[in-house]
C-alpha cells in the first residue's frame, strides 16, 4: 500500500516592534534574565493590557504580503492553558476573527512547477517566556520574552514533502525580512515553527492520526522531522496500528521525534472574548495606507534580477533569499556592469567560504570598493581567474587590498606580445604531434597547448592571447 504525507505548519514570528504587544517594556533580545518585565506582562492582578498599534500594523503588513483577506472587524481572545513559562495561566490571542485569513504563498519546485500553498490565518498574540532547562532536577524560567508580539501564521494541509516545506519557509522567511517586520533569526527564537502531520494511504482507505512536532528552530530540524514522522507514521500504519494524536520535540542529539504529551483540542483552551482589551476596527484606509508602503518582495525582485541582469533564475533566488545579500550584489553591479561575473563570485567563491568560516556580510573584512577594484582586475585580463580566487582569499582572511596583494603575490598577468610569443613558439617545438591534432579539427589540443604555455610563464601569461598565438601558429 502506497501512502502519501500530509503537512500543515504554523509559523511564530516575533514581531520587531521596539516595546511588547501590550506594555512598554523593551523586545530587545540579550538582556540580563528577567529584567525586561513589569506588572502587565507578568500578570499581576489589577494590571491592564495596553495594545501596541504598530502590532496590528506589522500584522496587516504581513497579510497583505501574502495575498490574505484583512479583517474589518476582529478582536483578541484568551486561550487557557497551564504552562510553568505561561505566568497569567492564559495566553492573550485569536481564535474566531483572526486579523488576515485565506492567503498563499507560492512556491516553485526543482522541476520547474509552482505550487500554491493555502494560508487559512494569519493572527496576533502575545509570545510566553522561555525555560532554562540543563540544572540537575530544575528548570529556570526567564520571562524576558513574555508579552512579545507574535503573529502565528497557519498553513492548510497542503504540503507534501520536506523539500515542499523548506522552499515555503525560505520564501515566508525572505518575505517577512523584506517587510522588515521581523528579524526571523532562528538562532534567537524569533522565528519558530510547528510541524503537523500524518499520513494517508494514496486509495483513501487508511490514515494516521496527526502528531504535532513543537518549536522546531532550524528549516534542517524541519526538513528531517517530517521525514522522521511520515516513516514512523507509515510503518505503524503497515503493522495495522495508528499513530496516537500526540504533541512531539525534535531530538536533534537522537535524530528523532520524541513524546511529550497527548494533543490538546480546541474545548480544551476555553477561549473566550479578551474583556479587558476593546475590540479592533480595520478601516480600509488603514489598509490602504499599509499597502502603498510594501517594499518590493523577494518574487518580484527575483524576476527583476532575471531580467534586468540576466543571471540564472537558481541565482538570483538564492541572492533574494537574503535581503543583504541582494542588497550587496545591486550595490556591486551599480560599480561594475558585469552582474553575471559578480553573481557568479558571490554564488561560488564568495558564499562558499562564508559558510566555511560561518561569517555574515556584516564581518566580512574588506569593503564592497576592494571587491569591484579585484573584479575589474579580472575582466581586464590584468590577473586570471585562478590569480583572482588566491587574492580574494587573502582579502577575506586579512583584509588586506587587492592591487597590493596581486603586487606582493606576484600575480600580475604578463599580456607582452614578444614574451608570449616566445613561449607558444617553444611549446609547439615541443608537442609536433599536438599541431596535426589541431589541424585535422582535435580543439582539445588547443587547451593542452595554452596549459604548458601557462605552465612555463608560472601561470602569469594572458590566456586568450596565448590560445589566439597558438590557433594562428596552427590554423
Known sequence: MEFKTIVGLEIHSELKTKSKIFCSCTTEFGGDVNTQCCPVCMGFPGSLPVVNKKVLDYAIKAGLAFECDIASHSKMDRKNYFYPDLVKAYQISQYDLPLCSNGKITIEKSDGTTKDIGLIRIHIEEDTGKSLHGLKE??????????????????HPDIETPEEAVLFLDELKATLEYLEVSDVKMEQGSLRCDVNINVVAKDGSI???????????????????????AHRHTELLKAGKNS???TRR????????????????????????????VDFEISDEWIQEIREKLPELPKAKKERFVKEFDIPAYDAQVLVND???????????????????????IMTEMLRRMNLEEVTLDELKFEEKDLVILFKQIAENKISNNAGKKVFRKMFETGEKPLALIESMGLKQISDDDFIEE???EVLEENPDAIEDIKNGKDRAIGYLVGQVMKKSKGKANPQMVSQMIKDHCL
Open 207 to 229: 490514515k494516521s492520526r496527526i502528531s504535532e512536532i513543537k518549536n522546531l528552530n532550524s528549516f534542517k530540524a524541519v526538513q528531517k522531522s517530517i521525514d522522521y514522522e
Open 323 to 345: 535581503k543583504k545579500l541582494a542588497h550587496y550584489f545591486e550595490a556591486l553591479c551599480a560599480d561594475f556592469n558585469d552582474p553575471k561575473l559578480i553573481s557568479n563570485w
Open 423 to 425: 613561449l607558444v613558439t
Open 250 to 277: 525534535w531530538d536533534s542529539d537522537k535524530n528523532k521525534t520524541v513524546f511529550m504529551r497527548s494533543k490538546q483540542h480546541v474545548e480544551d483552551y476555553r477561549y473566550f472574548p479578551e474583556p479587558d482589551i
Open 138 to 155: 530544575v528548570s529556570l524560567l526567564d520571562y524576558n520574552r513574555s508579552g512579545v508580539g507574535l503573529i502565528e501564521i497557519v498553513t
Open 244 to 246: 496516537e494524536k500526540d
